[in-house]
């Protein structure tokens, strides 16, 4: 095999790429203009498309290359789903990724839903994710293909859409710009793409070759995994923590009542008694007072008798 210029071409390793992101981005236009193939399906709207990974490996464009194109399960609609079909994406290449294409519209919006797409994958796949992407902005014509106008324009985009630019530096800002319509220019596209293709041989060396495997992606399950029961723990121990609370709150609650009804018993009772020895005081004064008028009469009857 003769091989040229940079990278793959240099060293005759095959690349696999991985392409991600909301339905109707894009992707399967990339994966045709990667390959120049028209075996994956492009959607018309947002309705048909992708519908489940596809995986081709070939020798295209001077290389070898391994592209897999993801579906509209993406969709946040049904991540677990999504989750599902990414995992089955990596289990069509077991020796691992090379490169990750994260593919966006380059039009200025960028929706609650492309951004949850990315975060999706990104959350699954750990932050070697970011150390393997690449974004690619689609929908070129949009700036007439015009790179150094895109450029401007996204230094602009880049400061109203704080994501975006977070994205971008995480990924180094490593971004290529591509038209893959219908009707887009050949000899454009094919420019778009070797530079696209360039910028994946460097990132492969940089990476020394390393690629992301199913392993990677286990060894990210199991620590989110053991996140979520940490998180899960530390939950269960808050809620046990104000119940006790509650239940102390509570108790001494009762405890101040107790406390509280007795000491009223306690003084209802001393005044009670208080008032009977007064009585019996009375009772015990009227008592005498009886006894000395008895006593006074009859000594008074005895002296006139
Ligand atoms: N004008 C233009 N249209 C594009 C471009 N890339 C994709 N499309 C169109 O966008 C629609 C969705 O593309 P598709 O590749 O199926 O997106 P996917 O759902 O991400 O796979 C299709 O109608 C494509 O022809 C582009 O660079 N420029
Ligand atoms: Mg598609």
Known sequence: MAFSVNGNKRTGKRVAMLLVSKTGSGKSSLANAL????EFQ??????SGTAHCKCISTHARGRDLTVVD???TMDVADEEKAKEEIRRAIS???EGFDIFLVVLKCDARFTAEERRAIEVVAEM?????Y???????SHGDEFDNDETEFRNELQEIRKKIPYLDQLLTRCGNRFALVDNGRRCDRAVQDRQIEALLSKADSLVSSNGGRKYTSLELEAERRRAEEAERKKAEEAERRRAAEAAERQERQRLEVERRVRAETDQ?????MAQQQRRSH???ILRTVGNVMQFGLLLAAVTLGNEG
């Not at 492009?42 to 309705?47: A, E, I, Q, S, T």
């Not at 150390?131 to 902005?137: G, N, Q, R, S």
Request: aromatic share 14%.
């Open 35 to 38: 390959l120049d193939t028209k």
């Open 92 to 94: 069509f290449c077991p």
């Open 131 to 137: 150390k393997h992407a690449i974004v690619v902005f």
């Open 125 to 129: 796949f750990g932050d070697e994710f």
């Open 279 to 281: 009585q019996e005081e």
């Open 42 to 47: 492009v959607g018309r709207g947002m309705l």
């Open 265 to 269: 018993f306690r003084s209802r009772m």
């Open 70 to 72: 993801t579906p509209g």
